[in-house]
Protein backbone atom coordinates (compact mmCIF):
# COMPACT_ATOMS: atom_id res chain seq x y z
CA UNK A 1 0.00 0.00 0.00
CA UNK A 2 1.77 3.74 -1.20
CA UNK A 3 1.61 6.50 0.98
CA UNK A 4 -1.37 8.05 -0.67
CA UNK A 5 -3.44 4.50 -1.03
CA UNK A 6 -3.04 4.35 3.13
CA UNK A 7 -4.20 7.86 3.78
CA UNK A 8 -7.20 6.95 1.65
CA UNK A 9 -7.79 3.44 3.64
CA UNK A 10 -7.11 6.15 7.01
CA UNK A 11 -9.79 8.92 5.82
CA UNK A 12 -11.98 5.86 4.82
CA UNK A 13 -11.74 3.96 8.48
CA UNK A 14 -11.68 7.16 10.12
CA UNK A 15 -15.19 8.38 8.79
CA UNK A 16 -16.60 5.33 9.22
CA UNK A 17 -15.25 5.22 12.98
CA UNK A 18 -17.22 8.53 13.42
CA UNK A 19 -20.18 7.24 12.54
CA UNK A 20 -19.69 4.60 14.92
CA UNK A 21 -18.66 6.80 18.14
CA UNK A 22 -21.60 8.83 16.87
CA UNK A 23 -24.13 5.82 16.82
CA UNK A 24 -22.79 4.49 20.21
CA UNK A 25 -23.53 7.71 21.99
CA UNK A 26 -26.61 8.05 20.58
CA UNK A 27 -27.62 4.42 22.08
CA UNK A 28 -26.29 5.63 25.29
CA UNK A 29 -28.45 8.88 25.00
CA UNK A 30 -31.44 6.44 24.41
CA UNK A 31 -30.93 4.23 27.23
CA UNK A 32 -29.82 7.19 29.89
CA UNK A 33 -34.01 8.59 29.17
CA UNK A 34 -34.99 5.05 29.05
CA UNK A 35 -33.92 3.75 32.09
CA UNK A 36 -36.93 4.51 33.95
CA UNK A 37 -38.90 2.51 32.07
CA UNK A 38 -37.06 -0.54 32.03
CA UNK A 39 -39.06 -3.15 33.04
CA UNK A 40 -38.01 -4.03 37.10
CA UNK A 41 -35.63 -6.91 36.37
CA UNK A 42 -33.85 -5.16 33.79
CA UNK A 43 -30.80 -2.81 33.72
CA UNK A 44 -29.62 -0.71 31.20
CA UNK A 45 -26.17 1.04 32.39
CA UNK A 46 -24.11 2.98 29.65
CA UNK A 47 -19.96 3.92 30.37
CA UNK A 48 -18.48 6.91 28.82
CA UNK A 49 -14.46 7.41 29.04
CA UNK A 50 -12.55 10.09 27.72
CA UNK A 51 -8.65 10.49 27.97
CA UNK A 52 -5.08 11.69 26.94
CA UNK A 53 -2.26 9.23 26.21
CA UNK A 54 1.07 9.66 25.16
CA UNK A 55 3.05 6.64 24.74
CA UNK A 56 7.10 6.75 23.21
CA UNK A 57 7.18 3.72 21.09
CA UNK A 58 3.52 2.68 20.08
CA UNK A 59 4.68 0.00 17.44
CA UNK A 60 7.27 -1.84 19.90
CA UNK A 61 10.01 -1.53 17.48
CA UNK A 62 13.63 -2.06 18.22
CA UNK A 63 14.90 1.06 20.53
CA UNK A 64 16.76 2.73 17.76
CA UNK A 65 13.44 3.10 15.38
CA UNK A 66 10.82 3.90 17.64
CA UNK A 67 7.39 5.79 16.77
CA UNK A 68 6.14 7.96 19.40
CA UNK A 69 1.94 9.01 19.59
CA UNK A 70 0.22 11.53 21.56
CA UNK A 71 -3.01 12.59 21.55
CA UNK A 72 -6.62 11.38 23.33
CA UNK A 73 -8.98 8.16 23.08
CA UNK A 74 -12.43 7.62 24.39
CA UNK A 75 -14.66 4.26 25.08
CA UNK A 76 -18.37 4.10 24.98
CA UNK A 77 -19.83 1.10 25.89
CA UNK A 78 -23.38 -0.31 27.10
CA UNK A 79 -24.60 -3.15 29.61
CA UNK A 80 -28.20 -4.38 28.52
CA UNK A 81 -28.88 -7.29 31.47
CA UNK A 82 -31.75 -9.40 32.68
CA UNK A 83 -30.95 -10.81 35.50
CA UNK A 84 -33.63 -13.57 37.13
CA UNK A 85 -33.72 -16.14 40.05
CA UNK A 86 -32.87 -18.87 37.39
CA UNK A 87 -31.88 -17.53 34.42
CA UNK A 88 -29.72 -14.15 33.57
CA UNK A 89 -28.35 -12.64 30.35
CA UNK A 90 -25.94 -9.53 29.62
CA UNK A 91 -25.51 -8.01 26.41
CA UNK A 92 -22.45 -5.02 26.13
CA UNK A 93 -21.90 -3.18 22.64
CA UNK A 94 -19.34 -0.60 22.60
CA UNK A 95 -16.96 1.18 20.46
CA UNK A 96 -13.08 1.98 21.22
CA UNK A 97 -11.48 5.37 19.48
CA UNK A 98 -8.35 7.01 19.35
CA UNK A 99 -6.60 10.73 18.07
CA UNK A 100 -3.35 11.19 17.16
CA UNK A 101 -3.01 14.15 15.50
CA UNK A 102 0.98 13.51 15.38
CA UNK A 103 0.54 9.96 13.86
CA UNK A 104 -2.86 9.76 12.17
CA UNK A 105 -2.20 6.63 10.18
CA UNK A 106 -1.38 4.83 13.92
CA UNK A 107 -5.23 5.96 14.93
CA UNK A 108 -8.09 3.50 14.52
CA UNK A 109 -11.92 3.43 16.01
CA UNK A 110 -12.95 0.03 16.82
CA UNK A 111 -16.02 -1.18 17.43
CA UNK A 112 -16.80 -4.20 20.19
CA UNK A 113 -19.65 -6.47 21.45
CA UNK A 114 -20.11 -9.02 24.18
CA UNK A 115 -22.69 -11.08 25.87
CA UNK A 116 -23.42 -13.66 28.30
CA UNK A 117 -26.16 -16.34 29.37
CA UNK A 118 -26.24 -17.99 32.42
CA UNK A 119 -29.09 -20.94 33.21
CA UNK A 120 -28.86 -21.87 37.44
CA UNK A 121 -31.09 -24.84 37.66
CA UNK A 122 -31.21 -27.55 40.14
CA UNK A 123 -29.47 -30.55 38.42
CA UNK A 124 -27.33 -28.24 35.60
CA UNK A 125 -25.87 -25.19 35.57
CA UNK A 126 -25.17 -23.67 31.91
CA UNK A 127 -23.04 -20.93 30.72
CA UNK A 128 -22.54 -19.21 27.58
CA UNK A 129 -20.40 -16.13 26.86
CA UNK A 130 -19.17 -14.45 23.41
CA UNK A 131 -17.67 -11.63 22.00
CA UNK A 132 -17.25 -9.79 18.40
CA UNK A 133 -14.79 -6.97 17.95
CA UNK A 134 -12.77 -5.59 14.91
CA UNK A 135 -9.91 -3.69 15.77
CA UNK A 136 -6.21 -2.25 14.59
CA UNK A 137 -3.64 -4.82 15.40
CA UNK A 138 -1.70 -2.13 17.23
CA UNK A 139 -4.25 -3.17 19.87
CA UNK A 140 -4.79 -6.96 19.79
CA UNK A 141 -1.30 -7.68 19.26
CA UNK A 142 0.15 -5.89 21.98
CA UNK A 143 -1.10 -7.73 25.21
CA UNK A 144 -2.22 -5.58 27.82
CA UNK A 145 -1.99 -6.03 31.97
CA UNK A 146 -5.52 -6.53 32.43
CA UNK A 147 -5.75 -9.49 34.55
CA UNK A 148 -9.27 -9.97 34.08
CA UNK A 149 -8.91 -10.69 30.49
CA UNK A 150 -9.97 -14.43 31.47
CA UNK A 151 -9.85 -14.62 34.40
CA UNK A 152 -7.77 -17.07 36.92
CA UNK A 153 -5.98 -19.59 35.13
CA UNK A 154 -7.99 -18.83 31.57
CA UNK A 155 -5.29 -16.21 30.47
CA UNK A 156 -6.30 -14.47 26.94
CA UNK A 157 -3.71 -15.57 24.21
CA UNK A 158 -3.84 -15.28 20.07
CA UNK A 159 -1.32 -12.10 20.25
CA UNK A 160 1.62 -12.60 17.98
CA UNK A 161 3.67 -9.54 19.26
CA UNK A 162 4.13 -7.88 15.62
CA UNK A 163 3.31 -4.21 15.11
CA UNK A 164 5.02 -3.28 12.29
CA UNK A 165 2.27 -3.13 9.86
CA UNK A 166 -1.46 -0.86 9.60
CA UNK A 167 -3.75 -4.07 9.96
CA UNK A 168 -7.23 -4.77 11.55
CA UNK A 169 -8.01 -7.87 12.82
CA UNK A 170 -11.98 -9.37 13.41
CA UNK A 171 -12.06 -11.55 16.11
CA UNK A 172 -15.29 -13.64 17.03
CA UNK A 173 -15.14 -15.80 20.37
CA UNK A 174 -17.97 -18.14 21.58
CA UNK A 175 -17.79 -20.64 24.92
CA UNK A 176 -20.76 -22.55 26.26
CA UNK A 177 -19.81 -24.44 29.29
CA UNK A 178 -22.35 -26.69 31.70
CA UNK A 179 -22.17 -28.52 35.60
CA UNK A 180 -24.28 -31.09 35.91
CA UNK A 181 -25.00 -32.16 39.35
CA UNK A 182 -24.70 -36.43 39.29
CA UNK A 183 -24.56 -36.73 43.00
CA UNK A 184 -24.42 -34.00 45.56
CA UNK A 185 -20.24 -34.22 45.54
CA UNK A 186 -19.99 -35.85 41.96
CA UNK A 187 -20.10 -33.32 39.34
CA UNK A 188 -19.81 -33.90 35.31
CA UNK A 189 -18.21 -30.59 33.60
CA UNK A 190 -18.73 -30.00 29.90
CA UNK A 191 -17.00 -26.97 28.41
CA UNK A 192 -16.27 -25.89 24.20
CA UNK A 193 -14.80 -22.84 22.71
CA UNK A 194 -14.79 -21.64 19.43
CA UNK A 195 -12.31 -18.42 18.19
CA UNK A 196 -12.19 -17.25 14.67
CA UNK A 197 -9.67 -14.41 13.75
CA UNK A 198 -9.61 -12.77 10.20
CA UNK A 199 -6.96 -10.17 9.19
CA UNK A 200 -7.69 -7.83 6.55
CA UNK A 201 -4.07 -8.54 5.30
CA UNK A 202 -2.22 -11.51 5.52
CA UNK A 203 1.24 -11.41 6.46
CA UNK A 204 2.94 -14.40 6.38
CA UNK A 205 4.83 -15.19 9.82
CA UNK A 206 3.09 -12.64 11.77
CA UNK A 207 -0.46 -12.03 11.05
CA UNK A 208 -2.58 -15.09 10.04
CA UNK A 209 -6.09 -15.86 10.77
CA UNK A 210 -6.66 -19.19 12.25
CA UNK A 211 -9.84 -20.70 13.37
CA UNK A 212 -9.63 -22.77 16.90
CA UNK A 213 -11.81 -25.33 18.40
CA UNK A 214 -11.19 -26.94 21.62
CA UNK A 215 -13.51 -29.36 24.01
CA UNK A 216 -13.40 -31.26 27.19
CA UNK A 217 -15.10 -32.89 29.39
CA UNK A 218 -14.61 -33.58 32.99
CA UNK A 219 -15.19 -35.66 36.30
CA UNK A 220 -15.48 -33.26 39.76
CA UNK A 221 -15.40 -34.68 43.12
CA UNK A 222 -15.69 -32.22 45.84
CA UNK A 223 -13.34 -33.42 48.66
CA UNK A 224 -14.89 -30.63 50.79
CA UNK A 225 -17.49 -28.25 50.66
CA UNK A 226 -14.53 -25.83 49.29
CA UNK A 227 -12.22 -28.48 47.22
CA UNK A 228 -12.69 -29.77 44.35
CA UNK A 229 -10.90 -32.33 42.29
CA UNK A 230 -11.42 -32.57 38.70
CA UNK A 231 -10.08 -34.75 35.91
CA UNK A 232 -10.59 -33.20 32.14
CA UNK A 233 -10.07 -34.82 28.87
CA UNK A 234 -9.53 -32.45 26.36
CA UNK A 235 -9.08 -32.12 22.63
CA UNK A 236 -8.68 -29.44 19.94
CA UNK A 237 -8.07 -28.23 16.15
CA UNK A 238 -5.78 -25.07 15.75
CA UNK A 239 -6.34 -24.15 11.42
CA UNK A 240 -4.71 -21.12 10.07
CA UNK A 241 -5.47 -19.58 7.31
CA UNK A 242 -3.54 -20.31 3.92
CA UNK A 243 -0.42 -22.59 3.35
CA UNK A 244 0.57 -22.96 7.24
CA UNK A 245 0.87 -26.22 9.60
CA UNK A 246 -2.67 -27.26 10.96
CA UNK A 247 -2.39 -28.68 14.74
CA UNK A 248 -4.65 -31.42 16.21
CA UNK A 249 -4.36 -31.53 19.64
CA UNK A 250 -5.65 -34.04 22.73
CA UNK A 251 -4.90 -33.93 26.10
CA UNK A 252 -5.66 -34.97 29.65
CA UNK A 253 -5.53 -32.91 32.76
CA UNK A 254 -5.81 -32.52 36.60
CA UNK A 255 -7.44 -29.73 38.44
CA UNK A 256 -7.53 -28.41 42.35
CA UNK A 257 -9.46 -25.73 43.54
CA UNK A 258 -10.99 -23.89 46.68
CA UNK A 259 -13.45 -21.46 46.47
CA UNK A 260 -13.38 -19.92 49.75
CA UNK A 261 -16.32 -17.22 48.65
CA UNK A 262 -17.55 -15.86 45.46
CA UNK A 263 -14.07 -13.30 45.88
CA UNK A 264 -11.54 -15.93 47.40
CA UNK A 265 -10.31 -18.80 45.21
CA UNK A 266 -7.19 -20.92 44.85
CA UNK A 267 -5.99 -23.58 41.95
CA UNK A 268 -3.40 -25.77 40.84
CA UNK A 269 -3.42 -27.56 37.50
CA UNK A 270 -0.73 -30.23 35.74
CA UNK A 271 -1.15 -32.03 32.72
CA UNK A 272 -0.01 -33.07 29.15
CA UNK A 273 -1.33 -32.35 25.77
CA UNK A 274 -0.22 -34.35 22.60
CA UNK A 275 -0.08 -32.59 19.15
CA UNK A 276 -0.03 -32.94 15.93
CA UNK A 277 1.11 -30.81 13.12
CA UNK A 278 0.50 -31.39 9.38
CA UNK A 279 3.54 -30.42 7.58
CA UNK A 280 2.52 -28.52 4.31
CA UNK A 281 5.38 -27.86 2.86
CA UNK A 282 6.56 -32.12 2.74
CA UNK A 283 3.04 -33.44 2.91
CA UNK A 284 3.76 -35.37 6.04
CA UNK A 285 3.31 -34.89 10.21
CA UNK A 286 5.41 -34.56 13.33
CA UNK A 287 4.21 -34.91 16.68
CA UNK A 288 5.16 -33.47 20.41
CA UNK A 289 3.83 -33.67 24.01
CA UNK A 290 3.89 -30.45 26.13
CA UNK A 291 3.09 -30.08 29.63
CA UNK A 292 0.48 -27.59 30.89
CA UNK A 293 -0.15 -26.59 34.30
CA UNK A 294 -0.92 -23.61 36.49
CA UNK A 295 -1.29 -22.06 40.11
CA UNK A 296 -2.94 -19.77 41.52
CA UNK A 297 -4.94 -17.00 43.59
CA UNK A 298 -7.39 -14.33 43.28
CA UNK A 299 -8.16 -13.00 46.97
CA UNK A 300 -10.57 -10.00 48.26
CA UNK A 301 -9.63 -8.55 51.56
CA UNK A 302 -11.21 -6.03 53.21
CA UNK A 303 -9.34 -2.75 51.03
CA UNK A 304 -6.75 -4.88 49.21
CA UNK A 305 -7.16 -7.42 46.36
CA UNK A 306 -4.55 -9.73 45.25
CA UNK A 307 -4.10 -11.97 42.02
CA UNK A 308 -1.52 -13.90 41.06
CA UNK A 309 -1.68 -16.35 38.04
CA UNK A 310 1.16 -18.74 36.77
CA UNK A 311 0.13 -20.79 33.79
CA UNK A 312 1.66 -23.27 30.93
CA UNK A 313 -0.88 -23.12 28.10
CA UNK A 314 -0.40 -23.85 24.21
CA UNK A 315 -2.40 -21.38 22.52
CA UNK A 316 -3.13 -20.38 19.17
CA UNK A 317 -1.02 -17.29 17.65
CA UNK A 318 -1.68 -14.53 15.07
CA UNK A 319 1.69 -15.66 13.58
CA UNK A 320 -0.39 -18.92 12.54
CA UNK A 321 1.26 -21.47 14.83
CA UNK A 322 0.06 -23.29 17.93
CA UNK A 323 2.27 -21.57 21.06
CA UNK A 324 3.59 -23.03 23.94
CA UNK A 325 3.67 -19.81 26.45
CA UNK A 326 4.92 -19.79 29.76
CA UNK A 327 3.07 -16.85 31.92
CA UNK A 328 2.90 -15.03 35.00
CA UNK A 329 0.35 -12.48 35.81
CA UNK A 330 0.41 -10.45 38.71
CA UNK A 331 -2.37 -7.35 40.53
CA UNK A 332 -2.27 -5.72 43.81
CA UNK A 333 -4.99 -3.39 44.38
CA UNK A 334 -5.37 -1.34 47.78
CA UNK A 335 -8.39 1.26 48.91
CA UNK A 336 -6.71 4.10 50.73
CA UNK A 337 -10.06 5.51 51.44
CA UNK A 338 -13.36 4.99 50.48
CA UNK A 339 -12.70 7.10 47.32
CA UNK A 340 -8.79 6.54 46.38
CA UNK A 341 -7.82 3.28 45.38
CA UNK A 342 -4.13 2.46 43.95
CA UNK A 343 -2.93 -0.57 42.06
CA UNK A 344 0.45 -2.00 40.59
CA UNK A 345 0.50 -5.37 38.71
CA UNK A 346 2.93 -6.67 36.09
CA UNK A 347 3.09 -9.79 33.18
CA UNK A 348 5.26 -11.53 31.82
CA UNK A 349 5.45 -14.64 29.28
CA UNK A 350 7.29 -16.57 26.86
CA UNK A 351 6.43 -17.64 23.60
CA UNK A 352 7.60 -20.71 21.78
CA UNK A 353 6.57 -23.14 18.75
CA UNK A 354 4.78 -26.29 20.61
CA UNK A 355 6.83 -28.40 18.20
CA UNK A 356 9.78 -26.29 18.35
CA UNK A 357 10.04 -26.02 14.65
CA UNK A 358 13.86 -23.92 13.91
CA UNK A 359 12.29 -21.02 11.91
CA UNK A 360 10.19 -19.73 14.83
CA UNK A 361 11.20 -16.39 16.11
CA UNK A 362 10.87 -17.08 20.23
CA UNK A 363 9.51 -13.86 22.04
CA UNK A 364 9.81 -12.96 25.65
CA UNK A 365 7.27 -9.86 26.50
CA UNK A 366 6.98 -7.92 30.01
CA UNK A 367 4.47 -5.32 30.84
CA UNK A 368 4.57 -3.12 34.30
CA UNK A 369 1.86 -1.34 35.20
CA UNK A 370 1.52 1.56 38.49
CA UNK A 371 -1.99 3.43 38.57
CA UNK A 372 -4.39 5.62 40.86
CA UNK A 373 -8.16 5.82 40.21
CA UNK A 374 -9.87 8.85 42.35
CA UNK A 375 -13.88 8.71 42.52
CA UNK A 376 -14.73 12.12 43.66
CA UNK A 377 -18.70 12.00 42.96
CA UNK A 378 -20.41 8.73 42.99
CA UNK A 379 -21.08 8.40 38.97
CA UNK A 380 -17.61 9.90 38.02
CA UNK A 381 -13.69 8.96 38.77
CA UNK A 382 -10.33 10.01 37.06
CA UNK A 383 -7.61 7.37 36.90
CA UNK A 384 -3.91 7.86 35.97
CA UNK A 385 -1.60 4.87 34.38
CA UNK A 386 1.74 4.74 33.54
CA UNK A 387 2.49 1.28 31.58
CA UNK A 388 6.49 -0.01 30.80
CA UNK A 389 6.81 -2.42 28.28
CA UNK A 390 9.67 -4.61 26.80
CA UNK A 391 9.45 -6.98 24.13
CA UNK A 392 12.19 -9.13 22.49
CA UNK A 393 12.19 -11.41 19.51
CA UNK A 394 15.39 -13.98 19.09
CA UNK A 395 15.96 -12.69 15.26
CA UNK A 396 16.03 -8.93 16.89
CA UNK A 397 19.49 -7.35 17.86
CA UNK A 398 18.21 -5.61 20.43
CA UNK A 399 15.00 -4.85 22.48
CA UNK A 400 11.98 -3.11 22.37
CA UNK A 401 10.36 -0.57 25.17
CA UNK A 402 8.02 1.71 25.46
CA UNK A 403 6.72 3.96 28.02
CA UNK A 404 2.53 4.92 28.31
CA UNK A 405 0.91 7.72 29.85
CA UNK A 406 -2.46 7.42 30.89
CA UNK A 407 -5.06 10.05 31.92
CA UNK A 408 -9.26 9.55 31.91
CA UNK A 409 -12.33 10.61 33.25
CA UNK A 410 -14.98 7.80 33.47
CA UNK A 411 -18.55 8.63 33.89
CA UNK A 412 -20.82 5.81 35.39
CA UNK A 413 -24.28 7.69 35.75
CA UNK A 414 -26.26 4.54 37.57
CA UNK A 415 -23.36 3.60 39.57
CA UNK A 416 -25.05 2.16 42.56
CA UNK A 417 -22.12 2.84 45.17
CA UNK A 418 -19.20 5.36 45.62
CA UNK A 419 -16.51 3.70 47.12
CA UNK A 420 -13.72 2.12 44.33
CA UNK A 421 -11.75 -0.75 45.14
CA UNK A 422 -13.99 -4.50 45.06
CA UNK A 423 -16.89 -2.03 43.79
CA UNK A 424 -14.63 -0.58 40.89
CA UNK A 425 -16.55 -2.37 38.35
CA UNK A 426 -13.71 -2.90 35.69
Known sequence: MDKNQEVRHFRSRAGGGLYLAIYAALTCAACLCARTSVAENWQIDPRFQVGAQTDDNYLLLPVNNTSSVSGGFGDVRVDLRSIGQINSFRFTPGVHATFYPNHAVDQSTDPYAEFEVNHQGEKVAANLNGSYMKESDLKFDRATNDPAGGGLGNPVGGDSGYLTIHNRVQMINVTPSA???????????????????????????????????????????????????????????????????????????????????????????????????????????????????????????QVSQLFVDL???????AAGLSVERDQIRLRFNRSLTPKTLVYAGARALRDNAADSRPNFNKRTYAIGTVGIEWRPLRAWSVTGEYNFTHQKFTNDLQAARSNTFMLSLVYEPHREVASVGRYRGR
Do not use: C
Request: no cysteine; proline share 5%.
Open 179 to 301: NVTLTPRDHLELAANYMLAKYDQVIPGSNVGYTDIAASIGYGYDLTPRDTFTIRAMVGRNDPDGPANATDSYGLQANWSRHVSESAQVYARVGAERFKYDQVSTGGSSKSTSVIAGAGVNWTF
Open 311 to 317: TRTVDPS
